[in-house]
């Protein structure tokens, strides 16, 4: 690529350590987006999820919905391809972030309550892809033709 704002967005290593946050976080945004979304997996779909976002006061809910929901489930796939993984791991983050301050905080950390324990473990996944990018086996690193590292390096 030969751009450097692609450059920058796109950069990655080869470590595992990517792959290893991007798999599980994307196959868990993608299962959420599709129950927003589609009504998928035991979901309310676009109607139900915007009906619920505007019973609590986020308006207009079902744009809110269809919002949140792309988010999650594009940026999920995203990650489980490791494509374009910084931007949406921000996107993901900021909708965290979101959910977080307006449905879960004031129910306390834990889940048990409705809490933000989940969202804050998504949060974090989120920034950390963020910083680091997609690691091995991500379509971002196939772009940027990285240099193939020993994967299993550790920091520095």
Known sequence: MNSPLINRLIHTDNRLTGLALRIPTGIIFTAHGAQKL???????G???????????GLEPGYLLAMAAGSAEFFGGLALLLGLLVR??????????????????ASNGLF??????????????????????????FSIDGRLNQTPEPDTFQTAH
């Open 38 to 44: 589609f009504g998928a997996l035991g979901g309310y």
């Open 46 to 56: 676009l109607e139900g999820t915007g009906q619920w976002m505007a019973s609590i």
């Open 87 to 104: 931007p949406a791991a921000a996107l993901l983050a900021f909708t965290m972030l979101v959910a977080i301050f307006t449905v879960h």
């Open 111 to 136: 889940m048990s309550n409705n809490g933000y324990e989940f969202g804050l473990a998504l949060l974090t996944i989120a920034i950390a892809l963020v910083v680091n990018g997609g690691g091995a």
